[in-house]
């Protein structure tokens, strides 16, 4: 099982509150905080580096906050993660001591095949999916709840 670390998945839930919420409109990061139990602290220097990564902008003035750079289905879980950790590193190794970073071209090393290809269906998976297709999910089950709709 995948465990995202808390600030990819602070961050991932941050960027699609504002997607889901807040539409064109710009949201002050206390708003997303207070909406998704984020320290403000904390994510303020999430938005910093989403920001960086050219995923949201900040708009300034009384009326200011933060929107997507891009549409929803334009912005990938992967694009988010990948912003706020880096680059992805290998989900196994099986001697972690001897790993380097050409780790996925050492020749002779057991684990290889199998760390190849959970890597790349883990990058696969985070690839494929967009804030548009959470919001399609988040409405899909706000009508099975209350039947109310939410903006995306």
């Given amino acids: 099982m995948l465990k995202l670390s808390k600030r990819s998945s602070y961050g991932v839930r941050a960027?699609?509150?504002?997607?889901?919420?807040?539409?064109?409109?710009?949201?002050k990061s206390?708003?997303?905080?207070?909406?998704?139990?984020?320290?403000?602290?904390?994510?303020?220097?999430?938005?910093?580096?989403?920001r960086q990564a050219g995923i949201i902008q900040a708009i300034r003035g009384p009326h200011g906050g933060y929107t997507l750079t891009k549409t929803p289905a334009e912005i990938r879980v992967?694009?988010?993660v990948r912003a706020l950790e880096g680059k992805m590193e290998p989900v196994l190794c099986s001697i972690p001591e001897n790993r380097s970073e050409e780790c996925h071209e050492v020749e002779g090393c057991v684990s290889r095949v199998l760390c190849n290809q959970l890597d790349g269906e883990v990058n696969h998976i985070l690839n494929s999916i967009t804030l548009a297709d959470f919001?399609?999910?988040a409405e899909h089950l706000a009508k099975l709840r209350a039947g109310s709709s939410v903006i995306c």
């Avoid at 206390?30 to 989403?50: M, T």
């Fill in 78 to 80: 992967g694009d988010i």
């Fill in 30 to 50: 206390s708003e997303v905080a207070k909406r998704e139990q984020i320290p403000l602290r904390y994510l303020e220097q999430i938005f910093h580096r989403l």
């Fill in 135 to 137: 919001c399609h999910e």
């Fill in 15 to 27: 960027v699609f509150s504002l997607a889901r919420f807040a539409g064109d409109h710009p949201t």
